[in-house]
């Protein structure tokens, strides 16, 4: 992103909390600014693919509501987390749907709570360490081929953009690796102009069974091991 100031590191939290409060400072604005995003076509296809149980969809970073609505008018019962309570209080105005505030970072849910994770434009706010946890976090709160949804913003940099906000760009393959580390299996994943200019990669996971996850990769040997095995 051409107005983003280089940051040398995010990993802190000091970021994320620095983002978190530019929302809280302008729910309204941004109410307004994700209201036009328009993300029916991929909200309708991950609903068709949810598995059949009796289980909600957590919208994880659900912003000013607009998806939950959706989520509700389909009759799919979901529910939102998010850090900022001015979001959240534009998206108590917005959707019946139960709201949480809280981290992805710490879901405050038991595992295999869900049979979808949906997490539109939101992981984007972290530092890649701090993505690679809430990924996990995901697959946690996921049953046993649960479906994930992650939209994040296509290119190779990170920063801030002219609000303050940090942002963290991915390559898909990057993508892709942050998935299949914490256990997921990819079902799609495409670039779209959508919703808002510039590019964006999209992707749709399934939560594998442990019996199927792949295995740790080995720790790398140390140089100061006389033996290596
Ligand atoms: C760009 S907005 C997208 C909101 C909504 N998903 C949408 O598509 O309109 C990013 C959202 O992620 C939330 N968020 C960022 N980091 C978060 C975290 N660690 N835990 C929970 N929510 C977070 C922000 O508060 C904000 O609501």
């Keep these: 992103m051409s107005h983003q100031t ?9 970021l994320l909390k620095q983002t978190i409060r530019r929302y809280d400072a302008s729910p309204r604005a941004y109410a307004w600014r994700f209201a036009v995003a328009d993300m029916r076509i991929e909200q309708d296809l991950f ?7 009796h289980q909600p969809v957590l919208d994880a970073g659900c912003g000013t509501g607009r998806d939950l609505a ?6 799919v019962a979901a529910i939102g987390l998010d850090l900022s309570q001015g979001l959240l209080g ?8 139960p709201l949480v505030q809280g981290d992805m970072l710490r879901v405050p849910f038991r595992r295999a709570s869900f049979r979808g994770v949906w997490c539109c434009a939101s992981l984007l706010h972290l ?8 990924v996990g976090e995901f697959r ?23 609000s303050g906000r940090w942002f963290q760009l991915y390559e898909r393959t990057e993508l892709e690796g942050l998935l299949k580390a914490a256990g997921f299996a990819i079902i799609s994943l495409t670039v779209r102009p959508r919703p808002a200019p510039g590019r964006w990669l999209a992707v ?8 199927h996850a792949e295995p740790p990769p080995r720790p790398a040997t140390a140089i100061s091991e006389p033996f290596p095995s």
């Design 6 to 14: 280089e940051v040398k590191s995010a990993g802190d939290g000091e």
């Design 47 to 53: 609903s068709a693919c949810l598995p059949r149980r």
């Design 70 to 75: 959706r989520f509700r008018r389909n009759g």
């Design 90 to 97: 534009a998206a108590r105005r917005c959707t019946a749907s």
């Design 127 to 134: 530092a890649p360490e701090q993505a690679a946890l809430a």
């Design 140 to 162: 946690r709160v996921l049953s046993d081929e649960g479906l994930l949804f992650i939209l994040v913003r296509a290119g190779s940099s990170h920063g801030l953009d002219s």
């Design 204 to 211: 749709l996971a399934a939560a594998r069974t442990h019996a």
